[in-house]
């Protein structure tokens, strides 16, 4: 059993799960609002989030580990979509740097399975960094042309 790598792997299922609860959040006041596709991308975004879940448990269950399925940290609550996509964003780009640096850390004790997981879920989140940087750019230039003034939705 690798401990360093089930502690990695576990501190990863805690983010994730914030991540589909923090999505779902968002979801669902999108949807409240009329905002139909950006309430599908959050969605979406937490049924991938549930995925990566169900691959890092699985990895850990293969070390002979424990899954450890508690939730350490705190859903922000908005409803302003500006702020919904900036937090979005921001949990992807930590959760990039968080796999990177999990990556290295397998790499170091030999557990080359765990680290090639990493570097697919930190691809994953790359690629909802940049839909959620796309979605808040957008919002952006339109609130800009709108009366010259920013309107936060």
């Known amino acids: ?55 890092i448990s699985e990895r850990a269950l293969a070390l002979k580990g424990d899954i450890n399925m508690n939730i350490n940290l705190v859903i922000r609550n908005t409803k302003s979509v500006n702020e919904m996509l900036r937090i979005a964003r921001a949990m992807e780009e930590d959760g990039m740097k968080q796999y990177k640096n999990s990556a290295d850390e397998c790499s170091s004790c030999s557990d080359m399975l765990s680290k090639k997981l990493f570097e697919e879920l930190k691809a994953d989140e790359e690629k909802h960094f940049n839909q959620f940087d796309k979605e808040l750019k957008s919002i952006e230039e339109r609130d800009k042309t709108l009366s010259g003034t920013s309107i936060d939705v």
């Open 1 to 55: 059993m690798n401990e360093k790598s089930i502690t990695l792997l576990n501190k990863a299922v805690a983010e994730e799960l914030t991540a589909v609860n923090q999505y779902m959040y968002f979801h669902f006041h999108c949807n409240d609002q009329g905002l139909n596709l950006l309430a599908e991308l959050f969605k979406r975004t937490a049924i991938a989030e549930m995925g990566h879940v169900e691959k």
